[in-house]
T-cell receptor, first 114, second 116 residues
Framework: IAGITQAPTSQILAAGRRMTLRCTQDMRHNAMYWYRQDLGLGLRLIHYSNTAGTTGKGEVPDGYSVSRANTDDFPLTLASAVPSQTSVYFC?????????????FGPGTRLTVT | AQKVTQAQTEISVVEKEDVTLDCVYE???????LFWYKQPPSGELVFLIR??????QNEISGRYSWNFQKSTSSFNFTITASQVVDSAVYFCALSEPHSSASKIIFGSGTRLSIRP
C-alpha cells in the first residue's frame, strides 16, 4: 500500500506557466486536502474535498484550482504561476469528512517559480 | 477565531534530556480536536495524536506524553529521554468540525534538535 503519492517530487517553473500537481491515494479516504508549507508559517490549507465531486476553498485558495472527479485523485492546478507560489505543497487525506479525523500526508512537491 | 501558537521556534537539547513542546490554542467552539504531527528531516508529515475537547485525560505512548488542559487552552507535548531520531519539526493543530469551512489550523511549528 503506497498511501498517498505526489508528482512531481520537485519542479522549477517559469512565471506565467500553467502547472498541475498530482495527488493519488489508495486508502479509499473520503476527504482530501492541499496545503502549502512556507518557512515560519506552518501549513496553510489551499483547497479541500470532503468527497468525490465536491471541493471547497481553504485559507489561501487564490491562484489555485482543484477537481475531484473520483475518490483517489485530487490534482492541484496553478493556472498562471507567480513567484509567491514558490513553496512545498502537501496533499493529505482523511478517512472521514470533516477535520475531526487525522490526516495522512503525501511526501510533498517542492515547487520553485522563477 | 481559531489560532494555534507554538511560541518555541527552536529547541535544542542533549540526548536523554526530557523536553516539552508548548502549544496554546484559541477557539470559540466547545467541540474541537487537537493534533500533533511530526515532520522529520525527510520531509513527510506523520500523525502522532488526536485529542477531542471532551477528553482531558493525559496520554502516554512510550516516551511521548501529552498534557491537555482546557483551563489554559494548552496541549503540550513531552518527550522523555530524548533521542537523536526525535529531531524534527513538530506541529500542533486545531480543528473545529462544526465550522463552516472544513479546515485544520496548524501552528508554525517547533524545530527540535537532539544533540548526541
Amino acid at each position: 500500500i503506497a498511501g498517498i503519492t505526489q508528482a512531481p517530487t520537485s519542479q522549477i517553473l517559469a512565471a506565467g506557466r500553467r502547472m498541475t500537481l498530482r495527488c493519488t491515494q489508495d486508502m479509499r479516504h473520503n476527504a482530501m486536502y492541499w496545503y502549502r508549507q512556507d518557512l515560519g508559517l506552518g501549513l496553510r490549507l489551499i483547497h479541500y474535498s470532503n468527497t468525490a465531486g465536491t471541493t471547497g476553498k481553504g485559507e489561501v485558495p487564490d491562484g489555485y484550482s482543484v477537481s475531484r472527479a473520483n475518490t483517489d485523485d485530487f490534482p492541484l492546478t496553478l493556472a498562471s504561476a507567480v513567484p509567491s507560489q514558490t513553496s512545498v505543497y502537501f496533499c493529505a487525506s482523511s478517512q472521514g469528512q470533516g477535520t475531526s479525523f487525522e490526516q495522512y500526508f503525501g511526501p510533498g512537491t517542492r515547487l520553485t517559480v522563477t | 477565531a481559531q489560532k494555534v501558537t507554538q511560541a518555541q521556534t527552536e529547541i535544542s537539547v542533549v540526548e536523554k534530556e526530557d523536553v516539552t513542546l508548548d502549544c496554546v490554542y484559541e477557539t470559540r467552539d466547545t467541540t474541537y480536536y487537537l493534533f500533533w504531527y511530526k515532520q522529520p528531516p525527510s520531509g513527510e508529515l506523520v500523525f502522532l495524536i488526536r485529542r477531542n475537547s471532551f477528553d482531558e485525560q493525559n496520554e502516554i505512548s512510550g516516551r511521548y506524553s501529552w498534557n491537555f488542559q482546557k483551563s489554559t487552552s494548552s496541549f503540550n507535548f513531552t518527550i522523555t529521554a530524548s533521542q537523536v531520531v526525535d529531531s524534527a519539526v513538530y506541529f500542533c493543530a486545531l480543528s473545529e468540525p462544526h465550522s463552516s469551512a472544513s479546515k485544520i489550523i496548524f501552528g508554525s511549528g517547533t524545530r527540535l534538535s537532539i544533540r548526541p
